[in-house]
């Protein structure tokens, strides 16, 4: 990845910073603006290429990306400082929520205020499985592996890796052989 | 710790497995995100081992949404909630450490290429499986809230609004407050 110039730690440490406080409900958009559009860091062509790398590791999207861009930065010490803009800030303000919710939780008011949100939040996700959905090619296949994985960790309530290792390799293998 | 049924136990008892089990679902998190591994997080935390309930952890991810962020830092909550400091930090670093130590490695083997063939077919295989853990996360999510049919009403529309429009989703979560605080749901 051609990078324009050798950025600084400290410059990493603030640019992620920026991105995760702007991303309420989802960094990514604020990534792509913050990393192509602003600072100009990566060209657009490049950006899919490092997040399709991050997608395909194990973890989180966002985190494992700015690990990447970090690392090839400024090394190691790249790494961590983007790693660290990209969390710090929000687990310092998602614990003070926390703190708050310890303290004033039982109240009625935000008792029936977290209900809803917690409504919302699930609904949320559906719209985001929903969206992910979309993707996914409508075979017999590839639909029976997404009802598979609802009815066996949803419902079912089965441990994750159990799911895990009985319906992933297939999976793998039918996609390997280019079956759907 | 709101009723915190794990308050007396000794922490070490707590947080050894609560980060064992946070860093092998952290492996097994591709494709979705740390939101697919939620199910089997409240599984281990809430079924298995009555550390929290069902309403704090659905309250832990609503509150995380609330604030700006990587929508992941729901684990740092769920494991204050556990085990308090101790249990935050070892349930944020066990959700990140492995997969960042995998990412460092693999960009030192390879600094600029596009995924090869076998891990776009493990991409491809694992996609729907991802969608529907995704699924999964909001079935969980729903229940361990207020399951009547109202919340359901509720969280329908959320995710038809968001669905149909460019709608900011930290304003729906405010929405949600707000209907929850008017007596709504």
Redesign the interface.
Known sequence: ?ALPTKISPLQLFIAFSEM????????LPFAYRALVERRRWLSAEEFP?LL?????????????LS??FG??SAG?TG?AAA?GG??A???A???A??IG??HF??LP?VR??????????????????????R??PRRIF??S??????VG???M?F???AV?VL??P???????RERW | MVNSPSADAPVWSIVGPLFAHFAVLSLMAIGGGVVMVAPDMQRFVVDAQHWITAEQFSAAYAIAQAAPGPNLLFVTLVGWQVAGWAGAAAATVAILAPPTALTIAMVRVSTNRAPGPLARAVGKGLAPISVGLVFATGWILFNGGSADWRAAGLALLAAFVVLRTKVNPVWMIAAGAAAGVVGLV
């Open positions: 990845m995760a406080l702007s991303g309420f409900g989802g960094v290429k399709a790398l991050s997608q395909v590791m194990p973890g989180p999207t966002i985190c494992n690990v990447m690392y090839r190691l790494a790693l990209m969390i800030v929000p687990i303000i998602v614990l929520l926390g919710y310890q939780g039982e008011p029936r205020a977290l209900a809803g949100m917690s409504a919302v939040a699930a609904g949320l996700i559906v719209a985001t499985a929903v969206k992910m959905a993707t996914v590839p639909i592996l997404l009802m598979l994985a609802f960790v949803g419902l309530r441990p994750l890796i895990i319906v992933a297939i999976g793998v293998l039918v996609a390997w």
